[in-house]
Structures are given as structure tokens and as C-alpha cells.
């Protein structure tokens, strides 16, 4: 019984994490899902984001500009990325690991040390682990006003033009987008969203960590799959990022339990790394093993 | 309307794999030519188009499009003369998007893209319209993704987005019944023929199949390692065969046209 409670005490703090680990899959929804890009440099500029927050906000900027200049500083982050790749012509899983490196030398010149505490005892922050319910209630709300954002952003004109850039560069390019631009605005903006997460998780644990970024993609792409399977009814653009939101409280949830049961939390990134791999695994399993049968009356490529 | 000059491009140059694709291609179209484009495997006929198209510079030479040098502009800033039909019914269109969003998409080429809504409702209505004349029911699936079509239906939008939407200065369609069953293709060239004509737009077609080539255009031009040997027009064109076509390119090359690919269709 007591068992139970425990886990039960530790749902909330979890519920939290798994908020802000959504809002960040949320930024690697819009590389991988829709850019079609795996962006490393996430596991870098989130800890940009929580590093000038933390840094501003102990020099007494308010919190809430604190947090923009993270966002922006993410996006700057996703812009370097964006240009390696698309005046360099480095490959984009490449072009994240060099910004990934280069941002461990500048988070720590950020921060000046290793660690930096913004401990909600002597600064005005958001939210902080102390009181999770406020928690919940803040990040929530920067969800859905996050997905709202997203929804009407992707719905424009210049958002079409995005997605069509994922989904197909040569047709874009025919219908006149500059594809490189908006792949540099889509990296730019995926990183902006991560950062403006890694400001609202230091907060949220009370400081920011040079270490704090180490495997952050894997936790998104684990959110962003997760959310698929379990919204998998959803056809609607904002249903599919809430979807997102839902699976990093999903992953978290477990998480919290798997410690729970006695797990060596060494083995944690092990596991965590191997289900998503097998997860990202699993569509390509399907068209290797489960063939279809041929339908009848299939059209044959004539002439070729 | 379009003028190419002296055009070389040369892939993999000083490698064994070098190999010349176009070869001083000199090219001048009208105002309203229907031009269908023939020749054997790498003679240049795609790569003619890929250049128009700016997808790599020019080794040497100039591209004007009604009057304006392209040769140097981007692929992107190029799309706004040019529509395109792909060989691949796939390439044209972005499968994960709605019909109608692929329509919006090909509405705004060479516009600015801005953070209006990316379709209005006059827009659908409009569409609706355009896709009823393809008569192939996509009037009423304008919320589809265009990755649940068929080949055939794929290459109609394609078609729509690349001619109608937005009159091009020029249509550039790379073969693009080849991947077709031939009742689909017979089909998707019938709606061709309508487009150019209503629109008067002038056009490339590349085909494989010379009837085709005969049948449609005004003029027709034949390609042969990465130059323009053979150019027809007017009523000389009306009354070329498939034989004495052959025989042309016989004398033409110097040496026997054998391309199954083309003789069978």
C-alpha cells in the first residue's frame, strides 16, 4: 500500500517533467515530423535555453524576458544549423552534431561553470518543483497556447510553404519556395520552442546543467512517437501535437514508474534509447515481413 | 519566349563517369509553340529541361525566358515562368498535403508567401471548379492527401498546379505519361492538350512515344548527344510517320535509331 502512495506522491512531479519534455518534443516534432530532418542540435540548445534564462534571471532580468531571450537564443542555435546545412551542404544529421559541440563550449561560457542554481527560494521564477501543481497549471497553459500558435502558424501561407519543403523538395522548389529559407526558418523555430523548454525546466529543477541536454532527442522522439500511437485517431494538425504533449507525460509517467519498481537508473538512457530505436524500427519491419498480399487489378508501370 | 544559346553542361567532368549531356544545344521557341521533344536515352532531353529549370548552373551558355536572362537566377526565384510536370507522378505534388493545399501551394509561385491563411474560401471554390473539368471525381476529396491518389490522378493535379493555376510563361512536361498505364496516359494527354490550348501557353513535352510526339504540337524536335538534330514544323511536321522519323534520325546520327523503348510504344 504505502508502495502505491509513493508511487502515486511522485505522479505529479512527473506529470510536470513530462509537460516540459513535451513542450521540447513539441520543437522535435517539427524537424522530424514535418522538416523530415533529425535534428541533433536539440540536445545542445535546450541547455542554451536554460542557460540564459538561469544566467539573466539571477542578474535580475524578469523571468519572462529571461525566457525570450532564450527562445531567440534557440533559435540562433537552429539558424547555425540551418546554414551549415544549407550553404555547406552538410548533411543535416551532421550539421546538428557540429552546432551540438559548438554549443557545449558556448552554454558553458553562458553559465561560466558547470551549474548554475536559480533556486525559487531567492529568485521570481515561474515555477519550480516545490509546488507542482502551479507547475502543471503554467506549463500547461504554455502547451496549449504553444499548439494554438503552431496551429494557426503552419496554417498560413509561409507555414504551407514549410511543410510542403518536408514533404517534398523538388516539388517546392518547382512552385517557387526557396526551400533553403524556410528549412533554416523551421530549424530555427524547432530550437527556439527546445530552448524556450530548457528555460522552463531550470527553472522548474531550480538550476541549469551543462549535462542537462545529454540524449534530449532521444526523450522527444520518444514523446512524439509515443503521442502517435496513442492519438493515432487524430487527423487534425493541433490534435497531433497535443498528442506530443501527451506522450512526454506518458514517457515520464513510466519512467517514474520503472524507478519506482527497482530499476537500476544507470540502465535508464539504455532503455529509453533501445524502445525508441525499436519504435523508429517498426515501420520499416512492417514493409520488410508483413507482405501484402497482391491486389488484383494493380496498375503496372506501362512503357517502362 | 525562350531562347537557349550555346548550352553545355558536363556531369562528373574529369572522371571516368564524365559525361557530356548537353552539347552546344541552341534552342529558340515562339510565343504559343507546342514543341514535343524526342531522342534515344541520354541525348539530353531531361537534362534540356533540368537546365531551364535551373536544378544545376550551366557549364557555359544563356538562358532567357521571355526576354529575361535566367541563367544565373536560383531554382526558386526561375518557378515563376516556368510550370512542371515530372516523369515521376510522385515528384509533383507533396503527398502529406491536402489537394487542395497542393493547389494553394502552386496558386502563390513567384509570390510572396505570407502569414495570411493558406487558403481562403474563394480559393475552394475555385478549385473545385478546376477539378471538376479533369472529370475524375477529385471535386469532392479536396480534403485528401494527394498520397491517396493514384499515378494517373497525381499527374492531373500536377498538371493543374503547373498550367492553370497561374499561366507559365512556359509548361515543361518531362514525360509525364511514361509511368502511366496507357488508358491513364491517353487520359492525362487529352487534359494536356486542353490546358495548352486554352491557355495558349507554350510548351515542352518530352514523350518516348512518337506517335505522341506526331500527333501533338506544332513542331517537333529530335535530340541526339546533347544538341537539336532534327527540327519540324507547321506541315512538314503534320505529315511525318514514325518510319520516316526513323529514317531522319538514321541519317541524321549515322548510325541504326535503335531504342526499343520508342519503336515499341
Known amino acids: 500500500m504505502n508502495f502505491i502512495l509513493g508511487m502515486l506522491g511522485s505522479m505529479p512531479g512527473a506529470i510536470s517533467q513530462g509537460l516540459v519534455w513535451g513542450l521540447m518534443a513539441i520543437g522535435v516534432y517539427i524537424t522530424f515530423k514535418i522538416l523530415d530532418i533529425a535534428d541533433l542540435t536539440v540536445d545542445g540548445s535546450i541547455c542554451t535555453g ?107 501561407e509561409f507555414g504551407c510553404s514549410l511543410r510542403s519543403t518536408g514533404c517534398n523538395l523538388a516539388m517546392s522548389r518547382a512552385q517557387g519556395i526557396n526551400t533553403n529559407y524556410t528549412t533554416v526558418v523551421g530549424l530555427a523555430l524547432s530550437n527556439g520552442i527546445v530552448a524556450l523548454s530548457g528555460a522552463l525546466l531550470a527553472q522548474y529543477q531550480g538550476f541549469a546543467d551543462i549535462n542537462m541536454g545529454r540524449g534530449a532527442i532521444v526523450i522527444g522522439l520518444a514523446a512524439v512517437i509515443i503521442g502517435e500511437a496513442v492519438f493515432s485517431f487524430a487527423k487534425n494538425f493541433a490534435l497531433r501535437l ?19 519498481l527497482g530499476l537500476d537508473t544507470d540502465l535508464l ?19 520488410r515481413y508483413l507482405r501484402r498480399p497482391k491486389r488484383k487489378g494493380v496498375k503496372t508501370n506501362a512503357g517502362n | 519566349m525562350l531562347v ?24 529558340t521557341l515562339r510565343e504559343g509553340d507546342f514543341v514535343t521533344v524526342i531522342g534515344g536515352n541520354g541525348a539530353g532531353k531531361s537534362t534540356m529541361l533540368n537546365a531551364i529549370c535551373g536544378t544545376w548552373p550551366l557549364d557555359s551558355g ?38 487542395a493545399e497542393n493547389l494553394a501551394l502552386a496558386k502563390r509561385r513567384g509570390k510572396h508567401r505570407t502569414l495570411k491563411w493558406g487558403i481562403s474560401k474563394e480559393e475552394r471554390i475555385e478549385y473545385k471548379n478546376l477539378l471538376k473539368i479533369l472529370d475524375l471525381g477529385l471535386e469532392d476529396r479536396m480534403s485528401s492527401k494527394v498520397g491517396l491518389l493514384s499515378g494517373g490522378q497525381r499527374q492531373a493535379v500536377t498538371l493543374l498546379m503547373a498550367a492553370s493555376l497561374q499561366s507559365p510563361k ?32 507554350t510548351t515542352l513535352m518530352i514523350t518516348h512515344n512518337m506517335r505522341d510526339a506526331i500527333a501533338h504540337g506544332n513542331r517537333l524536335i529530335m535530340m541526339h548527344d546533347g544538341h537539336v538534330v532534327i527540327d519540324v514544323s507547321g506541315e512538314e511536321k503534320k505529315n511525318l510517320t514514325v518510319e520516316s522519323l526513323i529514317e531522319m534520325f538514321n541519317t541524321v546520327s549515322g548510325r541504326e535509331f535503335s531504342n526499343d523503348r520508342t519503336l515499341l510504344s
Open chain 1, 50 to 156: 536554460a542557460a540564459v534564462c538561469a544566467v539573466l534571471t539571477i542578474n535580475g532580468v524578469p523571468v519572462g524576458l529571461s525566457m525570450c531571450c532564450a527562445f531567440l537564443a534557440g533559435m540562433l542555435t537552429g539558424i547555425v544549423t540551418g546554414l551549415f546545412h544549407t550553404k555547406l551542404g552538410i548533411p543535416p544529421i551532421l550539421s546538428g552534431i557540429l552546432t551540438q559541440l559548438i554549443l557545449w563550449s558556448v552554454n558553458l561560457k553562458i553559465m561560466g561553470k558547470a551549474n548554475v542554481s536559480v533556486s525559487s527560494r531567492t529568485y521570481e521564477v515561474l515555477l519550480s518543483s516545490m509546488d507542482n501543481t502551479w507547475a502543471i497549471i503554467i506549463l500547461a497553459i504554455f502547451g496549449i497556447a504553444l499548439i494554438v500558435a503552431l496551429y494557426w502558424f503552419f496554417g498560413t
Open chain 1, 242 to 260: 497535443l498528442g506530443v504533449l501527451v506522450g512526454g507525460i506518458i514517457y515520464y509517467v513510466v519512467y517514474q514508474v520503472v524507478i519506482y
Open chain 2, 62 to 99: 544563356r538562358i532567357l525566358i521571355d526576354g529575361d536572362d535566367v541563367t544565373n537566377m536560383p531554382e526558386y526565384q526561375r518557378a515563376k515562368y516556368l510550370g512542371r510536370v515530372f516523369q515521376d507522378p510522385m515528384m509533383g505534388t507533396a503527398a502529406d498535403m491536402e489537394i
Open chain 2, 4 to 27: 537557349i544559346e550555346n548550352a553545355y553542361k558536363t556531369f562528373n567532368p574529369g572522371t571516368v563517369n564524365a559525361k557530356t549531356a548537353l552539347n552546344g544545344l541552341n534552342l
Open chain 2, 170 to 201: 512556359l509548361l515543361l512536361l518531362d514525360e509525364h505519361t511514361a509511368a502511366l498505364d496507357p488508358k491513364t496516359a491517353a487520359k492525362v494527354l487529352d487534359i494536356t492538350d486542353k490546358i495548352v490550348e486554352s491557355n495558349h501557353l
Open chain 1, 269 to 287: 538512457k539504455m532503455l529509453s534509447a533501445l524502445v525508441v530505436g525499436l519504435f523508429l524500427g517498426i515501420p520499416y519491419l512492417k514493409k
